[in-house]
C-alpha cells in the first residue's frame, strides 16, 4: 500500500479525487492510503439527517457518499483513507471496519491510550475520566456512551468490492463545533482529542502511527 501525504486540503477536493482514483483503478492498481488534514467542514452520510446539524453556522455541510451520519474534520485531526480492493484482500466490509478500528486503538495504544468500541456505533472511544486505564468496558443498558468520548470517526464506501473514505482520528483540535451537531446522529455524544487525553504530540508523528497500524491491519 502506497502511501501519501496530502498536507492540508479542503474536503470537497480530496473526495472528488477519491472518486475518481477509485473509479479508474483497475484490478493490479496498487491500493493507496492518503493521509490528509482538512479544512474545517461537515460532512454528511449518504443517509444522513439534517436534523442532526444543529447549528453549522459559518462551517459549510458537505453531503457525501460515504455512510454514516454527520461528522467534524478541522485543523489538528488525522483523516486517513484508505483506498483499497476488499477483493484482492479477501475480506467483507464487516471485516473490514473491524480492521480499521484495530488499527486506530494500535494507534492509540503507541501513546499510551486505550480504546473502545461501543456495540453498533462505529468508531473508536475513550475513558473520559481514565483515558489509559485497561478496564474492560461493561455495556451500559441506558447510556451505551455513559462516560465516554469519541476519538475516533469511521465512514466508508465500497463500490465494486473497492473501499474508499476512511477513519479521523481527533489529534489537537478546537472541539467546539462538534458541539454544533449530533456527532455521528448521537445527540450528546462527546468528542475528545488525544491532547485531551494529555498526550501532546504533533500532527505528523500522530499520522505516521496511525498510518503504520493501517498498514498492519490491512496486510499491505
Known amino acids: 500500500m502506497r502511501t501519501f501525504e496530502l498536507g492540508r486540503r479542503p474536503y470537497p477536493e480530496v473526495e472528488a479525487a477519491m472518486r475518481a482514483f477509485t473509479a479508474a483503478r483497475g ?4 491500493d493507496e492510503l492518503w493521509l490528509v488534514e482538512h479544512e474545517p467542514v461537515f460532512t454528511q452520510g449518504i443517509a444522513g439527517r439534517d436534523a442532526h446539524v444543529l447549528a453549522a453556522g459559518d462551517i459549510p455541510v458537505v453531503r457525501t457518499d460515504r455512510g454514516g451520519q454527520v461528522t467534524y474534520h478541522g485543523p489538528g485531526q488525522v483523516v486517513a483513507y484508505p483506498l483499497v480492493d476488499l477483493r484482492r484482500l479477501g475480506i467483507y466490509v464487516k ?6 478500528e484495530e488499527a486506530v486503538i494500535d494507534a492509540l495504544w503507541t ?31 441506558v447510556d451505551p456512551f455513559a462516560g465516554l ?38 445527540a450528546g455524544l462527546q468528542t475528545v482529542d488525544l491532547r485531551r487525553c494529555g498526550v501532546e504530540v504533533p500532527w505528523p508523528e500522530a499520522a505516521a502511527a496511525l498510518a503504520a497500524a493501517l498498514q498492519r491491519r490491512l496486510g499491505s
Open 27 to 30: 484490478a493490479d492498481a496498487p
Open 95 to 100: 471485516e473490514y471496519v473491524h480492521r480499521i
Open 111 to 141: 501513546f499510551g491510550i486505550v480504546g473502545h468500541r461501543v456495540r453498533g456505533a462505529p468508531g473508536i472511544y475513550v475513558r473520559l475520566a481514565d483515558p489509559r486505564g485497561h478496564a474492560v468496558l461493561q455495556p451500559q443498558a
Open 149 to 186: 468520548g469519541k476519538i475516533a470517526a469511521l465512514g466508508i464506501k465500497v463500490s465494486q468490492h473497492r473501499a474508499y473514505h476512511g477513519v479521523a482520528l481527533n489529534v489537537a483540535m478546537d472541539l467546539e463545533p462538534f458541539g454544533r451537531i449530533d456527532p455521528c446522529g448521537y
